[in-house]
Protein backbone atom coordinates (compact mmCIF):
# COMPACT_ATOMS: atom_id res chain seq x y z
CA UNK A 1 0.00 0.00 0.00
CA UNK A 2 1.58 3.50 -1.01
CA UNK A 3 2.83 5.56 1.98
CA UNK A 4 3.42 9.32 2.23
CA UNK A 5 7.17 9.89 3.73
CA UNK A 6 6.92 12.03 6.77
CA UNK A 7 8.26 15.45 6.40
CA UNK A 8 9.71 17.90 8.58
CA UNK A 9 6.73 19.92 10.33
CA UNK A 10 5.72 22.81 8.74
CA UNK A 11 7.61 25.68 10.21
CA UNK A 12 4.31 27.23 11.10
CA UNK A 13 3.36 24.88 14.19
CA UNK A 14 -0.51 26.12 14.05
CA UNK A 15 -0.79 24.74 10.07
CA UNK A 16 -2.15 21.82 9.14
CA UNK A 17 -0.02 19.42 7.09
CA UNK A 18 -1.51 18.79 3.71
CA UNK A 19 -2.56 15.64 2.09
CA UNK A 20 -0.82 15.28 -0.72
CA UNK A 21 -3.43 13.47 -3.39
CA UNK A 22 -1.54 14.36 -6.46
CA UNK A 23 1.58 12.39 -5.42
CA UNK A 24 -0.28 9.52 -4.15
CA UNK A 25 -1.68 8.94 -7.42
CA UNK A 26 1.13 9.69 -9.23
CA UNK A 27 2.07 6.68 -7.23
CA UNK A 28 -0.61 4.08 -7.84
CA UNK A 29 -0.70 5.35 -11.68
CA UNK A 30 2.94 4.29 -11.85
CA UNK A 31 1.90 0.82 -9.72
CA UNK A 32 -1.61 0.65 -12.06
CA UNK A 33 1.16 0.87 -15.06
CA UNK A 34 3.58 -1.75 -14.03
CA UNK A 35 0.59 -4.23 -13.23
CA UNK A 36 -0.46 -3.56 -16.84
CA UNK A 37 2.65 -4.26 -18.31
CA UNK A 38 3.02 -7.12 -16.08
CA UNK A 39 -0.39 -8.47 -17.35
CA UNK A 40 0.59 -8.05 -21.11
CA UNK A 41 4.07 -9.60 -20.33
CA UNK A 42 1.96 -12.56 -18.84
CA UNK A 43 -1.09 -13.10 -21.31
CA UNK A 44 -0.26 -10.61 -24.39
CA UNK A 45 -3.57 -9.20 -23.51
CA UNK A 46 -4.33 -5.41 -22.14
CA UNK A 47 -6.64 -4.42 -19.24
CA UNK A 48 -9.42 -2.52 -21.10
CA UNK A 49 -11.72 -0.19 -19.93
CA UNK A 50 -14.83 0.64 -22.09
CA UNK A 51 -15.78 4.03 -21.39
CA UNK A 52 -19.63 5.14 -22.26
CA UNK A 53 -20.78 8.61 -23.28
CA UNK A 54 -24.54 9.65 -23.79
CA UNK A 55 -24.89 13.24 -25.63
CA UNK A 56 -22.10 15.69 -25.65
CA UNK A 57 -22.33 17.56 -22.23
CA UNK A 58 -19.12 18.96 -22.44
CA UNK A 59 -17.81 18.39 -18.70
CA UNK A 60 -18.85 14.87 -19.36
CA UNK A 61 -16.56 15.18 -22.59
CA UNK A 62 -14.03 16.25 -20.62
CA UNK A 63 -14.04 13.79 -17.79
CA UNK A 64 -14.10 11.09 -20.53
CA UNK A 65 -11.14 12.28 -22.42
CA UNK A 66 -9.21 13.12 -19.36
CA UNK A 67 -10.11 9.43 -17.85
CA UNK A 68 -9.36 7.79 -21.40
CA UNK A 69 -5.86 9.40 -21.70
CA UNK A 70 -4.94 8.28 -18.10
CA UNK A 71 -5.60 5.19 -19.30
CA UNK A 72 -3.62 4.85 -22.33
CA UNK A 73 -0.83 6.39 -20.73
CA UNK A 74 -0.82 3.94 -18.09
CA UNK A 75 -0.87 0.49 -20.76
CA UNK A 76 -4.94 0.35 -20.30
CA UNK A 77 -6.74 0.19 -23.30
CA UNK A 78 -9.56 1.97 -23.83
CA UNK A 79 -12.69 1.43 -26.45
CA UNK A 80 -14.79 4.33 -26.35
CA UNK A 81 -19.01 4.36 -26.99
CA UNK A 82 -20.57 7.55 -27.93
CA UNK A 83 -24.11 7.91 -28.02
CA UNK A 84 -26.60 10.29 -29.10
CA UNK A 85 -28.30 12.04 -26.12
CA UNK A 86 -31.89 10.91 -28.24
CA UNK A 87 -30.99 7.19 -27.05
CA UNK A 88 -33.68 5.19 -25.02
CA UNK A 89 -33.17 3.01 -22.06
CA UNK A 90 -33.40 -0.06 -23.91
CA UNK A 91 -30.30 0.45 -26.31
CA UNK A 92 -28.13 1.65 -23.54
CA UNK A 93 -28.81 -1.31 -21.82
CA UNK A 94 -28.00 -3.43 -24.91
CA UNK A 95 -25.21 -1.54 -25.58
CA UNK A 96 -23.85 -2.12 -21.67
CA UNK A 97 -24.79 -5.54 -22.14
CA UNK A 98 -22.50 -6.00 -25.02
CA UNK A 99 -19.65 -5.02 -23.25
CA UNK A 100 -20.62 -6.81 -20.26
CA UNK A 101 -20.12 -9.95 -22.01
CA UNK A 102 -16.93 -8.85 -24.07
CA UNK A 103 -14.38 -10.92 -22.73
CA UNK A 104 -12.10 -8.21 -24.60
CA UNK A 105 -13.57 -5.71 -22.07
CA UNK A 106 -12.17 -5.87 -18.00
CA UNK A 107 -13.86 -2.50 -16.69
CA UNK A 108 -16.86 -1.05 -17.83
CA UNK A 109 -17.65 3.14 -16.78
CA UNK A 110 -21.05 4.59 -17.71
CA UNK A 111 -20.39 8.87 -17.59
CA UNK A 112 -23.48 10.10 -15.75
CA UNK A 113 -25.69 11.64 -15.09
CA UNK A 114 -27.06 9.87 -18.61
CA UNK A 115 -29.90 12.55 -18.93
CA UNK A 116 -33.29 12.82 -17.07
CA UNK A 117 -35.00 10.33 -19.99
CA UNK A 118 -33.24 7.68 -18.81
CA UNK A 119 -33.33 5.05 -16.56
CA UNK A 120 -29.84 5.34 -15.00
CA UNK A 121 -30.27 2.86 -12.51
CA UNK A 122 -31.18 0.36 -15.51
CA UNK A 123 -28.36 1.31 -17.19
CA UNK A 124 -25.52 1.06 -14.47
CA UNK A 125 -27.13 -2.64 -13.46
CA UNK A 126 -26.37 -3.84 -17.12
CA UNK A 127 -22.66 -3.45 -15.50
CA UNK A 128 -21.68 -7.33 -14.82
CA UNK A 129 -20.39 -6.55 -11.26
CA UNK A 130 -17.03 -7.88 -12.40
CA UNK A 131 -16.43 -5.01 -14.61
CA UNK A 132 -17.83 -2.03 -12.36
CA UNK A 133 -14.71 -0.63 -12.06
CA UNK A 134 -16.31 2.70 -11.20
CA UNK A 135 -18.49 0.87 -8.00
CA UNK A 136 -21.85 2.05 -9.44
CA UNK A 137 -23.78 -1.05 -9.46
CA UNK A 138 -26.31 -2.28 -6.19
CA UNK A 139 -24.14 -5.66 -5.94
CA UNK A 140 -21.08 -3.22 -5.53
CA UNK A 141 -22.65 -1.44 -2.82
CA UNK A 142 -24.30 -4.24 -1.23
CA UNK A 143 -20.70 -5.96 -1.08
CA UNK A 144 -19.12 -3.10 0.19
CA UNK A 145 -22.09 -2.44 2.96
CA UNK A 146 -20.99 -6.21 3.82
CA UNK A 147 -17.60 -5.67 3.89
CA UNK A 148 -17.39 -8.01 0.95
CA UNK A 149 -14.41 -7.74 -2.00
CA UNK A 150 -15.70 -5.86 -4.76
CA UNK A 151 -15.05 -2.83 -6.52
CA UNK A 152 -15.98 1.11 -4.59
CA UNK A 153 -17.14 4.04 -6.30
CA UNK A 154 -13.90 5.71 -6.57
CA UNK A 155 -13.60 9.08 -5.06
CA UNK A 156 -14.57 7.35 -1.52
CA UNK A 157 -12.54 4.67 -2.50
CA UNK A 158 -9.27 7.51 -2.77
CA UNK A 159 -10.07 9.02 0.24
CA UNK A 160 -10.00 5.66 1.96
CA UNK A 161 -6.71 5.63 0.55
CA UNK A 162 -5.42 8.71 1.31
CA UNK A 163 -6.00 8.57 5.06
CA UNK A 164 -4.45 5.37 4.93
CA UNK A 165 -0.66 6.89 3.46
CA UNK A 166 -1.13 9.09 5.96
CA UNK A 167 -1.92 6.75 9.11
CA UNK A 168 -5.08 8.19 9.93
CA UNK A 169 -6.27 5.78 12.94
CA UNK A 170 -10.02 6.00 12.12
CA UNK A 171 -10.97 3.07 15.10
CA UNK A 172 -13.48 4.84 17.67
CA UNK A 173 -12.94 8.11 15.61
CA UNK A 174 -16.28 10.05 15.33
CA UNK A 175 -16.13 10.37 11.21
CA UNK A 176 -18.57 13.17 9.99
CA UNK A 177 -19.79 13.12 6.29
CA UNK A 178 -21.36 16.01 4.97
CA UNK A 179 -23.20 15.29 1.78
CA UNK A 180 -25.24 11.55 1.56
CA UNK A 181 -25.15 11.38 -2.56
CA UNK A 182 -25.06 7.42 -3.71
CA UNK A 183 -21.26 8.16 -5.83
CA UNK A 184 -19.51 10.07 -2.75
CA UNK A 185 -20.80 10.87 0.76
CA UNK A 186 -23.14 7.44 1.22
CA UNK A 187 -20.59 5.47 0.54
CA UNK A 188 -17.44 7.51 2.45
CA UNK A 189 -19.74 6.93 5.33
CA UNK A 190 -20.29 3.36 5.28
CA UNK A 191 -16.28 3.15 4.52
CA UNK A 192 -15.47 4.43 7.40
CA UNK A 193 -18.10 2.95 9.84
CA UNK A 194 -16.46 -0.59 8.11
CA UNK A 195 -12.93 0.72 9.52
CA UNK A 196 -14.98 1.30 12.59
CA UNK A 197 -14.88 4.90 13.33
CA UNK A 198 -18.52 6.48 14.41
CA UNK A 199 -20.00 7.73 11.80
CA UNK A 200 -22.40 10.71 11.32
CA UNK A 201 -24.16 11.70 8.35
CA UNK A 202 -25.08 15.43 7.09
CA UNK A 203 -27.19 16.55 4.82
CA UNK A 204 -29.34 19.45 3.74
CA UNK A 205 -32.31 18.74 6.26
CA UNK A 206 -29.60 18.02 9.16
CA UNK A 207 -30.35 20.82 11.76
CA UNK A 208 -27.58 22.69 13.39
CA UNK A 209 -25.10 20.84 11.46
CA UNK A 210 -22.48 23.77 12.95
CA UNK A 211 -22.71 21.32 16.39
CA UNK A 212 -22.22 18.47 14.83
CA UNK A 213 -19.23 19.54 12.91
CA UNK A 214 -17.46 20.79 15.30
CA UNK A 215 -17.56 17.28 17.38
CA UNK A 216 -15.86 15.72 14.03
CA UNK A 217 -12.18 13.82 14.69
CA UNK A 218 -12.81 13.39 10.69
CA UNK A 219 -14.71 15.15 9.10
CA UNK A 220 -15.49 14.76 4.90
CA UNK A 221 -17.15 17.78 3.39
CA UNK A 222 -19.14 16.67 0.01
CA UNK A 223 -21.31 18.94 -0.39
CA UNK A 224 -20.79 21.22 -3.72
CA UNK A 225 -20.99 24.34 -2.01
CA UNK A 226 -17.79 27.10 -2.18
CA UNK A 227 -16.20 27.60 1.54
CA UNK A 228 -19.55 26.05 3.27
CA UNK A 229 -17.75 24.64 6.34
CA UNK A 230 -16.74 27.35 8.33
CA UNK A 231 -12.82 27.17 9.65
CA UNK A 232 -14.13 28.20 13.17
CA UNK A 233 -16.38 25.26 13.56
CA UNK A 234 -13.26 22.63 12.62
CA UNK A 235 -12.25 21.00 15.65
CA UNK A 236 -9.06 21.43 16.84
CA UNK A 237 -6.57 18.24 15.62
CA UNK A 238 -9.32 16.99 12.85
CA UNK A 239 -8.64 15.69 9.90
CA UNK A 240 -10.40 16.88 7.24
CA UNK A 241 -11.07 16.10 3.53
CA UNK A 242 -12.39 17.96 1.06
CA UNK A 243 -13.98 16.49 -1.28
CA UNK A 244 -15.44 19.41 -2.69
CA UNK A 245 -15.24 20.93 -6.10
CA UNK A 246 -16.65 24.45 -7.14
CA UNK A 247 -15.87 26.73 -9.54
CA UNK A 248 -12.70 28.64 -9.28
CA UNK A 249 -10.87 25.88 -7.64
CA UNK A 250 -12.49 26.05 -4.18
CA UNK A 251 -13.34 23.61 -2.06
CA UNK A 252 -16.19 23.27 0.21
CA UNK A 253 -14.01 24.09 3.37
CA UNK A 254 -13.09 27.70 3.99
CA UNK A 255 -9.15 26.11 3.70
CA UNK A 256 -7.45 29.03 5.00
CA UNK A 257 -8.98 28.97 8.44
CA UNK A 258 -9.44 25.39 8.61
CA UNK A 259 -5.74 24.77 8.38
CA UNK A 260 -5.48 26.97 11.26
CA UNK A 261 -7.24 24.33 13.30
CA UNK A 262 -6.86 20.53 11.29
CA UNK A 263 -4.06 18.39 11.68
CA UNK A 264 -4.32 17.19 8.46
CA UNK A 265 -6.13 18.42 5.21
CA UNK A 266 -6.71 18.15 1.47
CA UNK A 267 -6.36 20.87 -0.41
CA UNK A 268 -8.40 21.97 -3.87
CA UNK A 269 -7.24 21.43 -5.79
CA UNK A 270 -4.04 18.71 -5.36
CA UNK A 271 -6.47 16.92 -2.83
CA UNK A 272 -9.03 14.14 -3.02
CA UNK A 273 -9.56 14.96 -7.37
CA UNK A 274 -6.04 13.39 -8.34
CA UNK A 275 -6.88 10.17 -6.50
CA UNK A 276 -10.69 9.39 -8.43
CA UNK A 277 -9.12 8.41 -11.58
CA UNK A 278 -6.39 7.14 -10.13
CA UNK A 279 -8.57 4.52 -7.48
CA UNK A 280 -10.24 4.14 -11.73
CA UNK A 281 -7.40 2.78 -13.03
CA UNK A 282 -5.95 0.58 -10.06
CA UNK A 283 -9.63 -1.23 -10.29
CA UNK A 284 -9.77 -1.85 -13.88
CA UNK A 285 -6.24 -3.35 -13.70
CA UNK A 286 -7.65 -5.59 -10.94
CA UNK A 287 -10.26 -6.56 -12.44
CA UNK A 288 -8.52 -7.18 -15.85
CA UNK A 289 -6.30 -9.86 -13.28
CA UNK A 290 -9.32 -11.40 -11.91
CA UNK A 291 -10.81 -12.01 -15.21
CA UNK A 292 -7.33 -13.40 -16.72
CA UNK A 293 -7.00 -15.54 -13.90
CA UNK A 294 -3.88 -13.46 -12.54
CA UNK A 295 -5.24 -12.66 -9.37
P1 LIG B 1 -24.61 16.04 -4.80
O1 LIG B 1 -25.10 14.79 -5.42
O2 LIG B 1 -25.18 17.35 -5.24
O3 LIG B 1 -24.85 15.91 -3.23
C1 LIG B 1 -24.62 16.98 -2.38
C2 LIG B 1 -24.96 16.60 -0.97
O4 LIG B 1 -24.78 17.75 -0.16
C3 LIG B 1 -26.40 16.13 -0.80
O5 LIG B 1 -26.45 14.98 0.01
C4 LIG B 1 -27.07 17.31 -0.12
O6 LIG B 1 -28.09 16.97 0.81
C5 LIG B 1 -25.93 17.95 0.63
N1 LIG B 1 -26.20 19.34 0.86
C6 LIG B 1 -26.55 20.28 -0.05
N2 LIG B 1 -26.77 21.46 0.56
C7 LIG B 1 -26.57 21.26 1.87
C8 LIG B 1 -26.68 22.09 3.02
N3 LIG B 1 -27.02 23.37 2.93
N4 LIG B 1 -26.41 21.56 4.22
C9 LIG B 1 -26.05 20.25 4.34
N5 LIG B 1 -25.95 19.41 3.28
C10 LIG B 1 -26.21 19.92 2.06
O7 LIG B 1 -23.06 16.20 -4.93
P2 LIG B 1 -21.87 15.09 -5.04
O8 LIG B 1 -21.88 14.47 -6.35
O9 LIG B 1 -21.90 14.23 -3.82
O10 LIG B 1 -20.61 16.06 -4.97
C11 LIG B 1 -20.32 16.86 -3.84
C12 LIG B 1 -19.08 17.68 -4.12
O11 LIG B 1 -18.00 16.78 -4.37
C13 LIG B 1 -19.16 18.55 -5.39
O12 LIG B 1 -18.40 19.73 -5.18
C14 LIG B 1 -18.50 17.72 -6.46
O13 LIG B 1 -17.93 18.50 -7.49
C15 LIG B 1 -17.43 17.04 -5.65
N6 LIG B 1 -17.01 15.75 -6.23
C16 LIG B 1 -15.69 15.58 -6.44
C17 LIG B 1 -15.24 14.40 -6.99
C18 LIG B 1 -13.79 14.22 -7.22
O14 LIG B 1 -13.37 13.41 -8.00
N7 LIG B 1 -12.97 14.93 -6.51
C19 LIG B 1 -16.11 13.37 -7.32
C20 LIG B 1 -17.46 13.56 -7.06
C21 LIG B 1 -17.91 14.76 -6.51
P3 LIG B 1 -29.48 16.26 0.37
O15 LIG B 1 -29.15 14.84 0.10
O16 LIG B 1 -30.35 16.44 1.54
O17 LIG B 1 -29.95 16.99 -0.85
Known sequence: ?????????PSDQRSARLMDGTGL????????????ADIRRRTGTSPCLATVLVGEDPASVTYVRMKRARCEKAGITSRHVALPASVGTAELVDTIGALSADPDVHGILL????????????????????????GVTMHSFAAMGFGLPGFVSCTPGGIMRLLDAYDVDLTGKHAVVVGRSA??????GLLLL????????CHSRTTDLS???R????LLAAVGRPRFIAGADIKPGAVVIDAGYNPGNVGDVDFDAARERASLITPVPGGVGPMTIAVLLAQTVE???????LG
Do not use: N
Open 1 to 9: MARIQQSAQ
Open 25 to 36: ARSIVASSAEAA
Open 111 to 134: QHPVGPHIDERAAFEAIDPAKDVD
Open 183 to 188: ILGKPA
Open 194 to 201: GRDATVTY
Open 211 to 213: AIV
Open 215 to 218: EADV
Open 287 to 293: AAQRQLG
